[in-house]
């Protein structure tokens, strides 16, 4: 059973960056896809970015191409966000997420079982 841990979020200015971290436990991420969902409100939550834990796979959303780089430490079990070049349409709240197996180019919510908890992205004008 894997548990996913966020943190980080917080108020930037627009240009400005963050990083979120989201940190597993209860078991080895082998074979499992890792995606970063965002959902802003009144808005559906989007796939932002995702890859397979053992590489060959990355998925990006064309807003954020350029911007926001996914990562993982194996060692540290964890994965990050990097978001860079923040803009006004990136305040959201966002999960990170897994699911045990499939492509990362799935983009549906419900592909994925299991979730953090959420923080908030906030961006200044």
């Known amino acids: 059973q894997v548990q996913l841990v966020e943190s980080g979020g917080g108020l930037v200015q627009a240009g400005g960056s963050l990083r979120l971290s989201c940190a597993a436990s209860?078991?080895?991420?082998?074979?499992?896809?890792m995606g970063w969902f965002r959902q802003a409100p009144g808005k559906e939550r989007e796939l932002v970015l995702a890859i397979n834990w053992s590489g060959g796979c990355i998925n990006y959303k064309d807003s954020v191409k350029g911007r926001f780089t996914i990562s993982r430490d194996n060692a540290k079990n964890t994965m990050y966000l990097q978001m860079n070049s923040l803009k006004a349409e990136d305040p959201a709240v966002y999960y990170c997420?897994?699911?045990?197996?499939?492509?990362?180019?799935?983009?549906?919510?419900?592909?994925?079982?299991?979730w953090g908890q959420g923080p908030q992205v906030t961006v200044s004008s």
């Open positions: 997420s897994a699911r045990s197996g499939g492509s990362c180019t799935y983009t549906a919510r419900a592909s994925y079982d299991y």
């Open positions: 209860g078991g080895t991420l082998s074979g499992h896809v």
